[in-house]
């Protein structure tokens, strides 16, 4: 059974930690300031609609959520909403399954809770999409042309590519730690083969802003659940201290 749901994983073209672990790589951090930056939280909801939702859906967001993350209704409508959706409408994308089956072996998968789903040992889920988004390269034995070093052998594409541009990876051969009469591959790094729209440091900034918007979506009500627990505990702190005075009050003049 367990098999089954990593063969399910690999063939959507997304894979948890195991499949990250596999790539050999360590994830990067992601810059978790951005969760509180609202102009990063827009900008990762515009790439999310112009970039992700074209094959994904995000099936339990409703486009008005995002006045949560200070936009307006008329900017949701003018600028976030495409084709016949309604703004009280569920994100979904309009792929027809069967086409999409057809061109990716699978029906992409939903990222709604995407951000929660693939935390593990080496970090946050943020901290593996921050890393997946940014590490893909040119590979011309893969059916998509595409590969990654958190997801060796990915059957997603790079649908970021225009604005990173196209990167090879550089390996080196190196002694085998466990038997130095072999080598190995490590990888070296990346050689830029056409630049993007973006410089290096932007795109960085970009998938980091969608990034933080994949993470705001998993759970929109972090922050207010977050602002409602400190209050919570300075409620009960107080609480403690009357408390603890009325009983000293009530229990002074039995002996």
């Known amino acids: 059974m367990k098999k089954f749901f990593l063969s399910l994983l690999l063939a959507l073209g997304f894979a948890g930690p195991a499949a990250a672990a596999e790539g050999g790589i360590r994830w990067d951090t992601f810059p978790q300031e951005k969760m509180s930056d609202v102009a990063a939280l827009q900008n990762g909801a515009k790439l999310f609609v112009n970039y992700c939702l074209n094959c994904h859906s995000a099936a339990f967001m409703r486009y008005n959520r995002m006045r949560d993350i200070g936009l307006t209704e008329d900017q949701i409508k003018k600028n976030l909403v495409f084709a016949t959706d309604k703004i009280g409408d569920v994100m979904k994308t309009s792929l027809d399954p069967k086409q999409a089956k057809e061109w990716f072996g ?107 918007y994949l993470s705001w979506m998993s759970e929109p009500a972090a922050g207010q659940r977050v602002r409602l627990g400190v209050w919570v505990l300075i409620f009960l702190a107080v609480l403690t201290v009357i408390t603890w005075r009325l009983n000293a009050a009530y229990w002074k003049d039995v002996k």
Do not use: C
């Open 106 to 212: 699978s029906l992409p998968p939903d990222l709604s809770l995407i951000a929660r789903s693939r935390s593990g040992a080496n970090g946050t889920g943020a901290d593996y999409l921050y890393t997946y988004l940014r590490t893909y390269y040119r590979d011309d034995t893969t059916a998509t042309g595409w590969n990654n070093l958190a997801f060796p052998n990915v059957g997603m594409p790079h649908a970021l590519w225009e604005l990173q541009g196209q990167r090879r990876a550089k390996y080196e051969q190196v002694k085998d730690s466990h038997d130095p009469a072999k080598t190995v591959h490590r990888f070296a790094g990346f050689e830029q083969v056409s630049p993007g729209t973006l410089s290096a440091q932007q795109y960085d900034e970009a998938v980091g802003d969608l990034v933080a």
